[in-house]
């Protein structure tokens, strides 16, 4: 089982930059497919971006690509998500998600994840 805990959030304007944490519980982190997910109010929770398990893969949604960046770091038992040239639209509260079966290509509905972290909001100002 793995425990995750998200932070980095907040306010910033558009076009501006951030930068999310996950910092994972237990000793088999490289174990896990990591991920971000995003729901807006009112919107179904939406996925952003994925890394493999040693980190050398990712895969990002439309919407984030050339903006966004994940990264993971085993030996830290923390991913991350760079967030720059952020638009109102990118407004939600981020996940932090992980799974032992999926991969980095396959870890894209919400509905098949196994570890969910609490949240944290980014709000974009326009």
């Known amino acids: 089982q793995v425990q995750l805990v998200e932070s980095g959030g907040g306010l910033v304007q558009s076009g501006g930059t951030l930068r999310l944490s996950c910092a994972a519980s237990?000793?088999?982190?490289?174990?896990?497919?990591m991920g971000w997910f995003r729901q807006a109010p009112g919107k179904e929770r939406d996925f952003v971006a994925s890394?493999?398990?040693?980190?050398?893969?990712?895969y990002y949604a439309d919407s984030v690509k050339g903006r966004f960046t994940i990264s993971k770091d085993n030996a830290k038992n923390t991913v991350f998500l760079q967030m720059n040239s952020l638009k109102p639209e990118d407004t939600a509260v981020y996940y932090c998600?992980?799974?032992?079966?999926?991969?980095?290509?396959?870890?894209?509905?919400?509905?098949?994840?196994?570890?969910w972290g609490q949240g944290t909001q980014v709000t974009v100002s326009s």
């Open positions: 890394i493999s398990r040693g980190g050398g893969y990712t």
């Open positions: 237990g000793r088999t982190f490289s174990s896990y497919t």
């Open positions: 998600a992980a799974d032992r079966f999926l991969t980095h290509d396959t870890m894209t509905k919400a509905g098949r994840i196994d570890y």
